[in-house]
């Protein structure tokens, strides 16, 4: 028997807060979800977006008094505890076993079927799996490793898994950050799949901190900040600016104009013939004080060239750091010879999240922390992690706070602290704003352009052209593994690296003498 969606939301929060020892996460939180609808919840990094996700996935209890409600269309509502069960949850990292299929990643928690030694995975199985997917327009292979499959087909079997077995349509999906790490292109298939969603009945929450997404997606928007709701708004109303002053109380920064380093600057960097998987031939060049970047779809082997030049990916090909050259698979070497990465999957290799803050900060360099006995010194690490604490900007300075506790911006502050603090020589940068809202992106911004002002060659790899075009003085587009394009201003230009990043290569264009597609070299 169907029933007609309730009258009231689908999900009802009230009065939801959460205290943690020395911190109040949120206070006296609202929110509504009704059928249909895509209601996108917004806010900088510590303003309670993932406290108050852990919670609707039953994670985290919120503190007494607190009422959380589902109601179902046949009118019976779930209450408390039990109606976080109802709120079906797809975290950032999606939970996918990338080694299975989609058909068995499907059957995860379903048990083995009818056989007692091998799961179910035959004609029946194949099909169901296809039609799931077709149910967000998508149409792929089941049968390849998910590993294989694209970010947004990933997304998609990680949102059908979530939704197998739904009674009805008209339930609540809460999506935390789903398109991190997907290029524009990928963003738009996801959508599509979101929006048939929620045009079936469902009640959709999204999490993201892209705020053009946002914008495009939603049809209202909730703003927390310092744990309090401060807006509950339709995003018909809401521009860019807009949508930053509910996030951040304040206007937009002003975009800073980068100063072109001084011409015939050291080169500090040398790369020549960088080969690996995904990578064909690339060559390339970074000075002192120069901040450069690396733009392409992904597969195009720009997510891959940092880790190689590192030592943390295998590569072929030489590393020179001026007159030095770094062995390949070395990262300790890199790191004696004064290169620091910031990797673009922060909790599995930039730190290491069941440690401390401070001792996150210190551990690329302990030598200066030790006493005359060679012992660490624990009031030395202290006050080198109190420096730099104070230095990113760090919210709350509590420098003896596990790093899983913080959000994903101070994280990532402490990433790039611990590196600068290494006063290194040649900066690493993959994708170094990705799930950071948009005050701690600027802040980022300023600790990137401070290094470079002090001396270090920058390189900075992201799928964000924007973010490229307003921070470096030259970006270097890749193509099918090697070098296609390099920009300059004044034709870097956010329109001009996305066209060049969709083709392998393009003659110059009128009085684009900076432009030099195809080039075997850039320097």
């Given amino acids: 028997m169907t029933h007609p969606p309730p009258a009231g939301p689908l999900l009802s929060v009230r009065n939801l807060s959460k205290t943690f020892p020395g911190q109040r996460a949120l206070a006296d939180v609202r929110l509504d979800v009704f059928a249909g609808e895509i209601v996108a919840v917004v806010g900088q990094n510590g303003s309670g977006k993932s406290t108050l996700v852990k919670i609707l996935a039953g994670i985290h209890e919120p503190d007494a008094g607190a009422e959380i409600t589902v109601r179902r269309a046949d009118g019976t509502e779930v209450r408390g505890h039990a109606a976080t069960g109802e709120v079906h949850v797809i975290h950032q990292d999606l939970g996918l076993i990338s080694l299975l299929d989609t058909v068995e990643n499907l059957g995860l928690g379903h048990g083995v079927g009818r056989q007692l030694i091998l799961p179910v995975h035959g004609k029946a199985e194949r099909s169901r799996a296809r039609q799931l997917i077709t149910r967000f327009g998508a149409a792929f292979d089941v049968t390849v490793p ?19 077995g739904w009674a009805r349509p008209d ?13 524009d292109n990928e963003s738009k298939r996801l959508f599509t799949a979101i929006r048939r969603l929620a ?12 705020l053009g997404e946002v ?14 709701v401060v807006a509950d708004v339709q995003s018909s109303g809401l521009d860019r600016n807009a949508l930053i002053r509910l996030i951040t109380g304040r206007d937009a920064p002003r975009a800073q104009a980068r100063t072109a380093p001084a011409p015939g600057g050291e080169q500090v960097l040398t790369v020549r013939g960088l080969a690996g998987t995904g990578v064909r031939s690339v060559d390339l060049d970074v000075r002192a004080g120069e901040i450069t970047g690396l733009c392409g779809l992904l597969g195009s082997g720009r997510e891959r060239v940092c880790g190689m030049i590192f030592g943390a990916v295998a590569r072929e090909g030489e590393v020179r750091v001026r007159s030095t050259v770094l062995p390949p698979g070395s990262p300790g070497a890199a790191i004696a010879n004064g290169l620091g990465f910031v990797p673009s ?15 996150n900060l210190t551990l690329p360099n302990l030598k200066t922390l030790r006493s005359k006995i060679g012992s660490l010194s624990a009031s030395a690490e202290r006050r080198e992690a109190a420096h730099w604490i ?29 590196w600068l603090r290494n006063q290194p020589c040649v900066l690493l940068l993959d994708e170094p704003t990705q799930g950071v809202d948009v005050g701690a992106t600027s802040a980022i911004y300023d600790l990137i352009r401070v290094a470079a002002a002090g001396g270090a060659a920058v390189l900075v790899s992201s799928s964000d052209a924007a973010e490229l075009a307003a921070l470096c003085d030259r970006v270097i587009v890749l193509y099918d593994g090697a070098v296609a394009a390099q920009l300059k201003p004044p034709v870097l230009t956010e329109a001009r690296l996305v066209r060049e990043s969709q083709r392998p290569s393009a003659p110059p264009q009128p009085n684009d003498a900076d432009v030099k597609a195809g080039a075997a070299r850039v320097r």
């Fill in 390 to 418: 104070g230095r990113v900007q760090l919210d709350p300075p509590l420098p003896q706070r596990d790093l899983e506790q913080l959000s994903g911006g101070n994280q990532q502050k402490v990433v790039l602290a611990k």
């Fill in 215 to 228: 914008l495009d997606l939603a049809d209202r928007v909730v703003a927390l900040r310092g744990g309090r």
């Fill in 345 to 359: 999957d922060r909790q599995a290799h930039g730190v290491i999240m069941s440690m401390r803050v401070d001792e």
């Fill in 171 to 183: 339930q609540v999906l809460l999506l935390d950050e789903p398109t991190a790490a997907l290029p």
């Fill in 146 to 164: 998910v590993g294989n499959l694209s970010p947004a087909e990933r997304t998609i079997v990680a949102i059908a898994r979530a939704l197998d």
């Fill in 199 to 210: 045009a079936d009945g469902a009640g959709v929450v999204f999490i993201s901190h892209r």
